[in-house]
């Protein structure tokens, strides 16, 4: 296999830039592919017949692998990162989003404002729960954080999964803002959801609203009960004293 060539740059330098192409950012992911890896990571992000993931490809790579590939790759153009976004392989999606997110918080204004309409615009690339939990909060949570919330509706009202987990993902940055009323009135509207990614999901943003303000999430459990996902429940509730998890669990509340 050939070596990848290096090419030193400094962010924001145009022929640093023009240097990091999609060929150069994929040779060094095929460096670090491997087979073994692969097929677990294959079965373990569900992609047989049938399954969330399906027909998603892996190069077998780990994750703290490619987190460092996000500073060697930090000043590729939005040219290079949007064709990685469309590569068949999961891994390649990930560092594109990952370089999303480092652009997004490092970027003014506008380039704020692209990175946002970029990555909304290719939600349908952000194919896995691992692709929306590790970046949603940072660029959609981000940038809505003051502005209208109305997009939120938009994509938790979707067809696609990966949308409605968008949605819920990105109030997790509000939720560290201790700002919980946008995760409350999403996930009060998407109770009747049937994906179970859904579930855990919701399970997880009341978990962490009741980290910060226990009472709050408690209040929102009683009134919602017996609409409850048996799994967003067990999710929402796992932090709880053994008495009271089983109080809620048997609906003694």
């Given at each position: ?65 490619i987190r ?7 000043g590729a ?163 709880f004293p ?12």
């Amino acid at each position: 296999m050939r070596q990848t060539k290096v090419f030193p740059f400094l962010p924001g330098c145009r022929e640093a830039q023009l240097a990091i192409n999609l060929f150069v950012i994929q040779e060094s992911l095929e460096r670090l592919s491997d087979p073994d890896q692969a097929c677990i990571l294959m079965r373990f992000f569900k992609t047989g017949p049938g399954e969330y993931g399906e027909g998603d490809q892996f190069r077998g790579i780990k994750v703290p692998q490619i987190r460092k590939l996000v500073g060697t790759f930090s000043g590729a153009p939005l040219t290079a990162i949007t064709e990685l976004l469309h590569s068949p392989f999961h891994e390649d999606r990930l560092l594109a989003l990952l370089l999303l997110v480092k652009k997004y918080q490092e970027g003014n204004d506008r380039e704020r404002a692209v990175v946002y309409r970029l990555y909304l615009a290719n939600s349908g690339r952000i194919n896995n729960w691992d692709l929306v939990d590790f970046t949603a909060e940072h660029i959609v949570g981000a940038h809505l954080y003051r502005r209208s919330r109305r997009p939120l509706a938009r994509l938790a009202a979707s067809p696609l999964l990966w949308d409605r987990r968008i949605a819920l993902l990105a109030t997790f940055y509000f939720i560290r803002h201790d700002d919980f009323s946008e995760t409350l009135r999403l996930v009060s509207g998407i109770l009747d959801d049937k994906e179970d990614l859904m579930h855990k999901a919701m399970g997880w943003m009341l978990r962490e609203i009741g980290k910060r303000d226990l009472a709050v999430e408690e209040r929102f459990l009683r009134d919602h009960l017996a609409a409850f996902p048996r799994t967003t429940l067990r999710y929402a509730i796992e932090r709880f004293p053994e008495k009271k998890r089983l109080a809620y669990l048997h609906g003694a509340v």
